[in-house]
């Protein structure tokens, strides 16, 4: 999950450092894994990935800005779920996620402040 939020900024533009910045970014997972709804004829396969950011000045250590994004995403099969089909809604969850925090005026806006 990290490594998805960092390509996304990088992709936009910003630079990821490890000394001398001006904010700090925590983050952490609130959701991810993958679950099966079972009916007689088919299985549903349900990945649902959440992660939450938050933005600190690095000199107050104040917050400037906390979200949440969310993505999930659900394939039917009518034959026995393997890795395959679990793996692919979860990476679709995840970049539902990523394209909401991409979509994020407020998280823009609070990058742009510094």
């Known amino acids: 999950m990290r490594d998805a939020v960092g390509i996304e900024l990088r992709r936009s533009g910003h630079m990821i450092v490890e000394t001398q910045y001006d904010l700090v970014m925590r983050g ?5 894994w993958v679950r099966t709804d079972v009916t007689p ?26 979200s949440a994004y969310q993505g999930s995403k659900i394939e039917r099969t009518y034959l026995w779920p393997g890795e395959d089909i679990m793996q692919r809604v979860l990476e679709s969850a995840l970049a539902t996620a990523i394209s909401q925090l991409s979509a994020d005026n407020s998280f823009a806006q609070a990058l742009r402040i510094r």
């Open 28 to 32: 952490h997972v609130e959701t991810f």
């Open 41 to 66: 004829l088919y299985w549903d396969v349900v990945g649902e990935v959440r992660f939450a950011l938050e933005l600190l000045d690095s000199k107050t250590s104040r917050t400037i800005f906390k």
